[in-house]
């Protein structure tokens, strides 16, 4: 197949690039930069300079090819309401063009926060959005569906982990565990954080575009739920600070934007996508990978 990739030098893009073109398939990346667009070069894959406000060429791109993957999100959380606007009209974008096709369309989503005792599974509908947080890629994703286009959304988890990482919330609690001299959980620590390695979590989306978008939502999960006490323990122990428990006003001042994330559960499954995809995952789990003395060098 030939498969435009958006945010195809990202986290996750950049692992799907080489499990794509190792499979056979034709990659056309969208990048913002020549050197980005280089580095993808190298991996095997054509690039395409722009951006998802492109909305145009976007379209252009995505007539030319059998599939879309949509991994592409800012990372400049200020921006919020104008990257899920871009974001929703790209995905429209792509529907116009594959509306009444057998092409598929692969959006990345995740995962929100759930009482203790539930866990998320494939058949539960996304929570709606919130003022602070309009991300809404899979009701952007039902509508497509609704003009006859093959869409399907890949959650990740909240950790999606590996040898390298910079941006997600895991590099995140170290700077913060470096900032504060104590890495620290809230109470006792028993909220639930799932997790995947990123070639693993590549893998499902290589599988979710193989099987025509069919049978999902997929879920990107090795590790159901982790304890967020022991991603704390991790890397406390990596860092050498001491690990603290938090009451939930001690933990607003301490993680600041992220006390919500620090303190929220939301433990998934993936049952069904390991049995619909034929999907195992291979890779280290979080708290072995954070415990490589590496990891956040």
């Not at 030098?9 to 690039?17: D, H, M, Q, R, T």
């Not at 400049?76 to 606007?85: G, L, T, W």
């Not at 063009?97 to 599974?121: D, H, K, Q, W």
């Not at 991300?135 to 890949?154: D, H, L, N, S």
């Amino acid at each position: 197949m030939r498969v435009f990739v958006t945010g195809a030098n990202g986290w996750v893009g950049s692992a799907l690039i080489p499990e794509l073109v190792a499979a056979g398939h034709q990659v056309v990346g969208l990048v913002r930069s020549e050197e980005k667009a280089e580095a993808l070069r190298v991996l095997g894959a054509e690039s395409l300079l722009g951006s998802l406000c492109d909305v145009e060429t976007l379209k252009r791109v995505a007539s030319q090819a059998d599939g879309v993957i949509h991994l592409a999100f800012g990372l400049d959380f200020s921006k919020i309401v104008e990257m899920a606007r871009e974001e929703a009209q790209a995905i429209a974008a792509f529907g116009e063009v594959y509306a009444g096709s057998e092409r598929p369309v692969i959006i990345t989503s995740g995962f929100g926060f759930l009482p203790a005792g539930e866990t998320f599974t494939e058949d539960l509908l996304v929570a709606p959005t919130i003022p602070g947080f309009p991300r809404a890629q899979e009701q952007a994703g039902f509508a497509i569906t609704e003009k006859g286009v093959r869409a399907a959304w890949v959650r990740l988890p909240r950790s999606v982990h590996g040898l390298g990482e910079r941006h997600g919330f895991v590099p995140m609690l170290a700077t913060l565990a470096r900032e504060k001299g104590v890495s620290a959980y809230v109470g006792d620590g028993e909220n639930l954080w799932p997790s995947v390695h990123r070639l693993d979590a590549a893998r499902v989306f290589r599988l979710a575009l193989e099987h025509g978008a069919r049978g999902g939502p997929f879920h990107a999960v090795a590790d159901g739920g982790v304890p967020f006490r022991q991603i704390a323990h991790a890397i406390g122990e990596q860092l050498g600070v001491p690990i603290r428990s938090l009451s939930p006003e001690e933990a607003t001042e301490h993680f600041g934007p992220l006390a919500m994330w620090a303190a929220g559960n939301g433990p998934a499954s993936s049952a069904r996508t390991r049995a619909r995809l034929g999907w195992e995952p291979r890779e280290p789990g979080l708290i072995r990978d954070i415990n490589r003395p590496e990891y956040f060098n």
